[in-house]
Structure formats: structure tokens, C-alpha cells
């Protein structure tokens, strides 16, 4: 019968390790598998939405663009893009006055 001990341990300098366990009689010949963790890579943060919506171009003076979501007004093309908070609001308003519908 085999019988299964787990031991965590840490490698020593010259890549020695070490495992104590009393469930092992003395004299015993054992296989050993060593299973070595890969180090974990530190997570890296993700940037706050705050930061990012506030985050100014690096390449853009203070007076040129406001800072915070009104600097995306008129930028994308297509459907959903505004060119005025005019337009945003009068959107606004129709979806609001179609759920009275």
C-alpha cells in the first residue's frame, strides 16, 4: 500500500529542501515529486474611471479642452454622437416623451 504525504516546503540555498513529517518511518525509501509555484505576477491596478474620464491630453495646454466628459461632445461620428449639450438634452427629452407613449 502507498501511503501519500503533502508538505509544503522552501528551497534552501543549492537547492536543498527539507520535509518533517512524523507519518514517515524512519528507514523508509520514498519517491519524492516536487511541484515548484510559479511566483505570481503582481496585479497590476486598473486605472479608475475617474482618472481616465478626468485624464487630460498630455499634449494639450490647460486653456485648450475642458477636462471631464464634456471634451467628448462632438468627437465620434455615427449614431449616439452629439455635437452640443443642446443635442444631448433634446434626446433626452424624446426618450423621455416616448415612455409616456
Request: proline share 7%.
Amino acid at each position: 500500500m502507498i501511503q501519500t504525504v503533502k508538505a509544503r516546503a522552501i528551497v534552501k540555498p543549492g537547492g536543498f529542501i527539507e520535509v518533517h513529517s512524523d507519518e514517515l518511518p524512519e528507514g523508509a525509501t520514498v519517491e519524492v515529486i516536487v511541484l515548484v509555484e510559479e511566483p505570481e505576477e503582481p496585479e497590476k491596478p486598473l486605472k479608475e474611471l475617474i482618472d481616465f474620464i478626468g485624464a487630460a491630453n498630455p499634449n494639450d495646454s490647460e486653456d485648450d479642452e475642458p477636462k471631464g466628459l464634456s471634451r467628448f461632445i462632438g468627437v465620434m461620428k455615427g449614431k449616439g454622437s452629439f455635437n452640443s449639450v443642446a443635442d444631448i438634452d433634446e434626446y433626452i427629452r424624446q426618450e423621455r416623451d416616448s415612455w409616456d407613449s
